[in-house]
């Protein structure tokens, strides 16, 4: 059943949260804590992503400033999987986010990024 609660999931939500964070994403180090060796990225351009370009593609990028993000919903898969959805408001455009969060750790074993067309 999906919920808005966070309650429940509050260190996958600061994970996550703390990969939109331009100081976490330049940390190699942290974020590499907080990815699966195996995991992989479907990015809004439809490029996938494996673990070793998003860490090294994360320690480049620039400065930026942390995104706003509204609509969590958490849905319990097994007692070690969580599937976290939520929506993030860009400068030009909106976009929707799905990870896949073991909760030991919590890592992140997967995660994908929809743009949401200009009405």
């Known amino acids: 059943m999906w919920q808005s609660d966070a309650s429940e999931f509050l260190a996958v939500q600061d994970a996550e949260l703390a990969l939109l ?21 479907i990015g809004r351009s439809g490029r996938r992503w494996t673990y070793g370009e998003t860490v090294a593609a ?5 400065p930026r400033a942390t995104p706003v993000t509204s609509e969590w919903l958490f849905y319990r898969l097994s007692s070690e999987l969580i599937l976290v959805t939520y929506r993030l408001h860009g400068t030009d455009h909106d976009s929707r ?7 030991a750790g919590p890592v992140l074993r997967f995660h ?3 743009s949401i067309p200009s009405s």
Do not use: C, I, K, Y
Not at 32 to 39: C, I, Q, R, T, V
Not at 97 to 103: C, D
């Open 21 to 41: 964070s331009s100081t976490v994403r330049s940390d190699a180090e942290h974020v590499s804590s907080l990815l699966a060796d195996d995991f992989a990225e």
């Open 58 to 62: 994360l320690q480049v990028e620039g």
């Open 97 to 103: 986010h799905s990870s896949l969060w073991e909760l």
């Open 112 to 114: 994908q990024s929809t």
